[in-house]
């Protein structure tokens, strides 16, 4: 089974605001990926990481960002929250192999920015 | 840019099979092919991968064409719990591209 635990689950938060995002895993997973999905749209890759201080953007540009201090643990922050940051952000680990291996999910967090 | 091209939606009868398309013709040889869905209010969640060979779960099939450019998961009696968005992607080694998908209605 999948142990991958995003927190808050849902966040209302107002303009201006610092937030992070938290996402764990707890499969000794290298690779940690970050997704914004819109309701009923597709999910959009904003950053990944490889392993330990390893992190890179996605396809598509975001103002957040992240850190990887810890193999398990893989925060996304906004220093400064706007309106059009409102979105459900999905966090995913996955191992590294040569069969491509299989991505697990975290339950995702709905952020709303007043 | 997504490596996968799937239809934007599909509707099967309940407890009918329902066969979802993948076309992937950009693949290359040591590419799998992996199929997640995704419930409403849910993140995605694995359903099956293949390289070559079809291959079956609890959860669906997966037949794979010998040129490998398409691929199509299977649902052998589709129930109301089926309806979903299908994923069809390619992870590779790089960053992971979800494309559309394919919203998949289930009619009673």
């Known amino acids: 089974e999948a142990d991958i635990y995003q927190t808050p689950r849902y966040l209302v938060i107002g303009t201006g605001k610092k937030i992070t995002l938290e996402c764990s895993q707890t499969?000794?997973?290298?690779?940690m990926y970050w997704y914004q999905q819109d309701p009923g749209m597709e999910l959009h890759l904003i950053h990944y990481s490889y392993g330990v201080n390893s992190t890179e953007k996605g396809d598509l540009s975001s103002e957040s960002t992240v850190s990887r201090i810890r193999t398990e643990h893989f925060p996304l922050t906004l220093e400064s929250a706007r309106p059009s940051h409102t979105s459900q952000y999905l966090c995913?680990?996955?191992?590294?192999?040569?069969?491509?291996?299989?991505?697990?999910f975290g339950s995702g967090t709905q952020l709303s920015v007043l | 840019d997504a490596k996968t091209t799937q239809p934007n939606s599909m509707e099967s009868n309940e407890e009918e099979p329902v066969h979802l398309p993948c076309n992937h013709s950009?693949?290359?040889?040591?590419?799998?092919i992996h199929w997640y869905r995704q419930l409403p209010s849910q993140g995605p969640e694995y359903v099956i991968h293949g390289l070559t060979s079809n291959v079956n779960n609890r959860m669906a099939s997966l037949a794979i064409a010998e040129d490998r450019k398409s691929s199509t998961l299977i649902l052998h009696r589709a129930t109301l719990r089926d309806a979903a968005v299908y994923y069809c992607?390619?992870?590779?080694?790089?960053?992971?591209?979800f494309g559309k998908g394919t919203r998949l209605h289930i009619l009673p």
């Open positions: 992607i390619l992870p590779g080694d790089d960053k992971i591209i």
């Open positions: 950009t693949i290359s040889g040591t590419d799998y």
């Open positions: 995913a680990s996955s191992e590294t192999g040569p069969t491509n291996e299989k991505l697990f």
């Open positions: 499969m000794g997973h290298d690779k």
